[in-house]
């Protein structure tokens, strides 16, 4: 567009004397250039930037020459912004296929082969959980002891370990469904930690044994003890234990003799227990036994009653409740130690046992 200087042309002056004062518009001095090389500085990445400072020109431009004055319609800097724009769209497209492509093919070799791998194993447990649940007798003898056993320190087993008396104590006010060898029996507490009812008035009797005395495999109604109350009215507390031996008996009764005060004290020994005894103590023990003077057992006692009567998490004891989790937990763990499952599940010994029935770390 054209822009006329001066006065206006009088009335019939030739058309060249007024075309001589119209001239071109002269842009501001530099005023683009320098936007042209602004926008080259920043790149392509902050085209937004050089737009916005290529319009704020623009304006200040029309601005300074007048409102007649019009910027070029196709300028250089323009035709660089455009193609900028265009080269910057191209980037961002290609970035975003990059990335999709990425996503994509980490999904497919990575998340999808791992849910999976982790469904499969979950659906091989369920499976497990059920067979071993409803039909326990598929699996061999060895399988369904470690499954179904409470003889043991987990979650969710008899027992806790006394770590200074290498003892195991049954724990206090519990009651559970346990398994060994064929046999199913109901397994209670009393506050104390010993199979006896929770009721009792008198305890005039204590009865100190292994697994016979506690009555492995049978109800609590089966049990030397209770014949004794029942049938003979004499008032027998049942401190027998699955797999004590001699000098465990004797810590029990030292535990508790001042508490109960006892008017008699029955043990019953084994061939067993001798062998047991033997093989579960170092030779230096067997020749001074600790047990006689250099135990504070009323150190012990405060520990051991803490130990009996701590209660784990609710969903750790939920978890060992499953069949599949302790099986799991006790083969891993016989694996360790002795590096033959198969082995000790067909000679029937207890989990947590060598070959010649030494009891072996938190299962033993």
């Not at 008198?202 to 100190?208: F, K, N, P, S, W």
């Not at 784990?312 to 694996?335: D, E, G, I, N, S």
Request: net charge positive; charged share 25%.
């Amino acid at each position: 567009m054209w822009a006329r200087r001066g006065p206006s042309p009088t009335p019939g002056t030739a058309g060249s004397a007024g075309r001589e004062n119209l001239v071109k518009p002269v842009e501001p001095e530099g005023f683009f250039c320098r936007v042209e090389r602004l926008h080259h500085a920043v790149g392509v990445e902050h085209a937004s930037l050089a737009r916005a400072v290529y319009h704020q020109a623009a304006r200040i431009a029309g601005a300074r020459t007048g409102p007649n004055l019009e910027r070029p319609r196709t300028s250089r800097s323009e035709k660089l912004f455009e193609e900028s724009r265009l080269n910057t769209e191209d980037i961002s497209q290609d970035v975003n296929r990059t990335t999709n492509s990425t996503g994509r093919a980490l999904w497919k070799r990575v998340v999808f082969p791992f849910a999976a791998a982790c469904i499969g194993v979950f659906l091989t447990l369920l499976l497990v959980e059920a067979a071993l649940q409803l039909a326990p007798r598929l699996f061999s003898p060895g399988v369904q002891h470690l499954a179904f056993s409470r003889y043991d320190a987990l979650p969710g087993g008899m027992y806790v370990r006394e770590r200074q008396t290498r003892m195991r104590l049954m724990r206090a006010n519990v009651t559970m469904r346990t398994y060994s060898h064929g046999y199913w029996w109901n397994h209670a507490t009393d506050a104390l930690g010993f199979r006896s009812p929770h009721n009792l008035e008198r305890r005039d009797v204590l009865l100190l044994g292994d697994s016979l005395i506690y009555g492995h495999g049978v109800e609590e109604s089966q049990t030397v003890a209770h014949f004794l109350r029942s049938e003979h009215q004499v008032a027998g507390y049942n401190m027998g234990s699955q797999g004590q031996c001699l000098y465990e008996c004797y810590v029990t009764y030292r535990l508790y003799a001042e508490e109960l005060q006892p008017e008699a004290v029955v043990l019953f020994v084994f061939l067993n227990d001798i062998l047991d005894l033997v093989n579960r103590r170092h030779p230096e023990e067997i020749a001074d036994p600790p047990e006689i003077e250099r135990f504070n057992y009323q150190e012990i006692g405060k520990q051991a009653r803490e130990l009996q009567n701590r209660r784990q998490p609710l969903m750790t004891r939920l978890a060992y409740r499953l069949a599949t989790v302790r099986l799991v937990k006790k083969y891993l763990f016989l694996r360790s130690k002795s590096g033959n499952v198969q082995r000790q599940a067909r000679r029937g010994l207890e989990p947590g046992t060598d070959r010649t029935g030494n009891r072996m770390g938190y299962l033993g």
